[in-house]
C-alpha cells in the first residue's frame, strides 16, 4: 500500500476517567500510561500514518500516551489534575526513530554480505557450523519485527478482525517472498526471468518474515489477557504466561523433531556437469539415523523434502562451501577430490522446521516491545534490555558448549539465543543513541532506509535494480553500467575486493539518498 500525504491530519483526543496503574511497588519507576489508556486504534491494528514523524522519547511523568502504530507513539504533555478538563485536544504522531535506524541497519548489512561475500568470506553466511556477520541478518529481521508487533497490538478491541488483517498481510509478505525469491527473477548478471512452476522454490526470507509475523501476532491477539491491568509482578505474570507456554511449545516442537525424528536413506537427481554429457544421475545418500546435525542427514532437510518435495528446495545451500564440499573453503569452489555425494544434494535454509525456531526470534522481540510499552523511564528499558541480552548471550554460550552447536542453517537454539541476544544490545545501543541521546544526523540514511524498508529490500538486496539498470547496454551484455562502474572503483583502488567493497558501499549510499526522497515526498511503500 503507497501512501502519500502531504498534510497530517492529527486525531481527536478522547479522554476517559482511568485509573493509572502503577509498577512503583515492584520496579520503582513510573508505568507508561500506553497500559492504562483507551486505544485508537480501529479492530485492534494500528492504521498506518501518511507521515511518520521523528521524536523524542524522554518523557517525563506528566505525559499520557493515548495511541501508537507501528513504531509509533503519541503524546500530549499536561497534568494529571487537567486530566478530564481538556475535552478536546490535537495529538502529534510519533515515531519511535531507533526501530527505523535498527530496520535500516538490518538492509544495509543484507546488501553488503550478499555482495562483498565472494569477495570476503569472513563476511558470508557461515558454510555450517559458527557464526558470521552474514549470519546476523536474518534474526535482526525477526527480532524488529517482533518489537513492532508489541507497538501494534498493545490494545485489541476486536479480536476477529485484527486477525483478519494479520491473515491477509501474511499471505502477502509470504506472495512478495515467492515473487521475489522464488525463482522467477535471476539475479544480476542474467537478462532473463521466469521460473519452472514444477521446481519453483517456496520458502526465502520473506517467507519466513511472515510465519514469525504471523505466530507472534496470532498469540498476542488471542493468547494475551488484555483485560489484566499489568500492577505487580503476578498480573505480569497472569497476563502473558498462556503466550510463554505457547512459544515454549513452538521450541519443544522443533527440538523433539531436531532431535528425534528418525532420518531414512534417500536419493536425489542431479546433472552430472563434471561428465562428457549432462545426463541427469542418481545420487544415493546413506543416513539412518537420529539427532544428525550434519548437513546430509539432519532432520530440518527431511522435512523439507518429505513436505515441499527436492525440486522445490534451495538448489545452491551453504554447505556446499565446507570443507568437505569447496577446495576454497570457506569460499564456493570445485569439488574435491573424494568429495561425498551430498555435496550437491539441495538443502533449503529458510525451510519449514527451522522457521518454527525462527519465528522464536519474534518473540524474544515482542519481549523487548512490551517494555517499551509497560516501562516509561528510558534508563529502565535500556537496564532491563541489557540484562536479558546478555542473558540470552550467556544461555547461547551455555549452550553451545553443552553440545548444540550454532548453525543458522538449522536455526539451532544456541544460535538463536546468541542472534537474538545481539540484536537486543544492538536495538539497546541505537535506542540510546538516537532516542535518548538524540544524536540522529550520523543515522539519518539508515532512518530512512528503514522506513521504506520493504522497497529497499526488494528492489536491491533481490538485485531487482541492477539487473533492470544492466538490461541497458552498449553493444555487448557487459558493457553495462552497473558492471562498468564496479570495475571503475577496481580500477582506482588497484583491488578487485576493496574496489567491490567501495561500489557496494556507494551502493548503500545511493540507496539511503533514495529512501530520503521517498520520505521528503512523504511516500511509504507497505503491506
Known amino acids: ?27 520503582g519507576t513510573k508505568t507508561s500510561s500506553w497500559e492504562e489508556m483507551p486505544s485508537e486504534v480501529d479492530d485492534g491494528v494500528a492504521e498506518e500514518q501518511g507521515r511518520p514523524l521523528i521524536i523524542n ?64 568470506p569472513s563476511l558470508n553466511h557461515s558454510p555450517w557450523f559458527g557464526v558470521t556477520l552474514a549470519d546476523f541478518v536474518m534474526p535482526f529481521f525477526l527480532f524488529v519485527v517482533g518489537v513492532s508487533i508489541a507497538l501494534v ?26 515473487l521475489l525469491q522464488g525463482g522467477y527473477f535471476h539475479g544480476r548478471g542474467k537478462l532473463t526471468y521466469g521460473v519452472d512452476l514444477s521446481k519453483i522454490r517456496w520458502f526465502g526470507v520473506l517467507q519466513r518474515i511472515s510465519i514469525g509475523y504471523f505466530l507472534a501476532s496470532i498469540s498476542e491477539i488471542w493468547l494475551v489477557n488484555h483485560n489484566i491491568l499489568v500492577d505487580s509482578p503476578a498480573a505480569f505474570v497472569r497476563k502473558y504466561s498462556i503466550q510463554w507456554m505457547f512459544s515454549i511449545l513452538l521450541c519443544s516442537v522443533y527440538l523433539c523433531l531436531l532431535y528425534g525424528l528418525y532420518v531414512p536413506n534417500w536419493k536425489f537427481e542431479h546433472s552430472n556437469l563434471l561428465g562428457p554429457s549432462h545426463l541427469s544421475i542418481i545420487q544415493s545418500v546413506h543416513c539412518e539415523v537420529r539427532g544428525s546435525l550434519e548437513p546430509p542427514c539432519n532432520a530440518v532437510g527431511f522435512v523439507d523434502r518429505l513436505i515441499l518435495g527436492e525440486d522445490h528446495l534451495y538448489q545452491r545451500p551453504v554447505y556446499i562451501r565446507t570443507e568437505e564440499c569447496s577446495v576454497n573453503s570457506p569460499d564456493y569452489g570445485p569439488l574435491p577430490p573424494n568429495s561425498p555425494g551430498w555435496c550437491l544434494a539441495p538443502f533449503d535454509p529458510e525451510g519449514i522446521l527451522s522457521s518454527l525456531m ?34 540470552l548471550l550467556l544461555v547461547g554460550y551455555i549452550l553451545e558448549i553443552l553440545g548444540i552447536p550454532l548453525s543458522k542453517a538449522l536455526y539451532t537454539l544456541s544460535y538463536m539465543c546468541i542472534t537474538a541476544g545481539a540484536s537486543g544490545l544492538v536495538l539497546t545501543a541505537i ?63 588497484h583491488s578487485e575486493r576493496w574496489g567491490t567493497m567501495a561500489f557496494v558501499t556507494v551502493e548503500i549510499l545511493f540507496w539511503g539518498i533514495f529512501a530520503g526522497f521517498l520520505h521528503k515526498k512523504g511516500i511509504y511503500i507497505k503491506l
Open 153 to 178: 497490538f498493545k490494545k485489541v478491541s476486536s479480536k476477529p478482525n485484527a486477525t483478519k488483517k494479520v491473515v491477509l498481510r501474511t499471505i502477502k509478505l509470504f506472495l512478495l517472498g515467492l
Open 358 to 391: 525462527a519465528a522464536i526470534t519474534c518473540f524474544m522481540g515482542l519481549q523487548f516491545g512490551r517494555i517499551i510499552v509497560l516501562l516509561q523511564d528510558n534508563k529502565q528499558r535500556v537496564l532491563l534490555w541489557s540484562v536479558f541480552s546478555f542473558a
Open 57 to 120: 522519547h524522554d518523557f517525563d511523568s506528566s505525559i499520557h500516551i493515548l495511541h501508537q502504530n507501528e513504531d509509533t507513539i503519541s503524546s500530549l504533555p499536561f497534568s494529571h489534575t487537567d486530566t478530564l478538563s481538556l475535552p478536546s485536544l490535537s495529538v502529534p504522531n510519533q515515531r519511535l526513530a531507533s526501530l527505523d535506524v535498527f530496520r535500516g541497519l538490518t538492509v544495509a548489512l543484507m546488501i553488503l554480505v550478499d555482495n562483498v561475500g565472494r569477495e570476503f
Open 1 to 27: 500500500m503507497i501512501r502519500a500525504s502531504a498534510q497530517i491530519q492529527e486525531p481527536h483526543l478522547r479522554m476517559k476517567n482511568t485509573k493509572i496503574a502503577s509498577w512503583e511497588t515492584w520496579t
Open 431 to 493: 535506542y540510546y543513541i538516537v532516542d535518548i541521546e538524540h544524536h540522529r544526523k550520523p543515522t539519518i540514511l539508515l532512518q530512512w532506509m528503514g522506513m521504506n524498508a520493504l522497497v529497499v529490500y526488494a528492489l536491491a538486496a533481490c538485485d531487482i535494480f541492477p539487473a533492470v539498470i544492466q538490461g541497458f547496454y552498449w553493444h555487448s551484455p557487459e558493457n553495462n553500467l552497473v558492471d562498468a562502474t564496479e570495475a571503475l572503483m577496481q580500477a582506482i583502488l
